[in-house]
């Protein structure tokens, strides 16, 4: 069956083949080869295993057993990547998919599953369902800083993808996220979080 890299970044190589996905991470010629294989290996388990968590709460890639231990096998998500779709909707549509961004993360922030790459090139729109993908930059964090943090790089993706209408697609966030329990807390320190965004511009 006919292979296609349809992603080639720093860290793996993104490959179709035939209904599957398969990111390999890739070799760092620079790095020492025993040391470059045992991190390789903890990136790839580490991203397997918040795979598994996430995909038992909200809709994501399932990865499936594969022998390698660089490479993590998961079905291919056909929909629409929102970073291309996203400005093409109503701007009522789109208020109604931020909103379900919102709730997904939240529920993601109840386990404690930090995403660490919330952009919307990182979710697919599957008929009314939002698919988050690519855990490569994800931990596990209780800390409120953390998950305000990975709200705020939601935020200035929306702003630089999305300008013409990102606050009030954010906001449509932050009101699907209300679910979460600790949210409260969490937007007061996204605030904070911005405050510090803003001292370093300048």
């Known amino acids: 069956m006919k292979q296609e890299i349809i992603q080639q970044g720093a860290e793996a190589k993104i490959i179709l083949n035939g209904g599957f996905i ?7 010629q620079y790095r020492i080869k025993v040391l470059d294989e045992k991190i390789r290996k903890r990136r790839t388990r580490s991203e397997t295993k918040l795979l598994e968590k996430a995909s038992r709460i909200i809709h994501c890639p399932k990865p499936l057993q594969t022998p390698d231990f660089y490479k993590i096998k998961m079905p291919f998500i056909k929909g629409k990547k929102l970073s291309e779709y996203l400005n093409s909707f109503s ?9 379900k961004i919102g709730h997904e993360i939240a529920k993601l922030h109840e386990i404690d599953i930090i995403h660490g790459d ?55 966030v932050l009101e699907g996220y209300k679910n979460y329990k600790e949210s409260k807390k969490i937007r007061e320190r996204l605030k904070a979080v911005e405050k510090r965004g803003r001292y370093k511009k300048h």
Not at 22 to 28: C, F, G, L, V
Not at 91 to 99: A, N, P, S, T
Not at 127 to 143: H, V
């Open 91 to 99: 701007l009522k549509k789109q208020k109604e998919i931020c909103k």
């Open 22 to 28: 398969i990111k390999d991470r890739i070799k760092k």
């Open 118 to 172: 919330l952009t919307t090139s990182n979710m697919i729109l599957v008929d009314e369902s939002i698919y988050i993908i690519d855990f490569g930059l994800g931990y596990i964090s209780r800390k409120i800083e953390d998950k305000a943090v990975d709200l705020h790089l939601l935020k200035q993706a929306l702003e630089a993808k999305h300008f013409e209408n990102w606050g009030e697609l954010f906001k449509k």
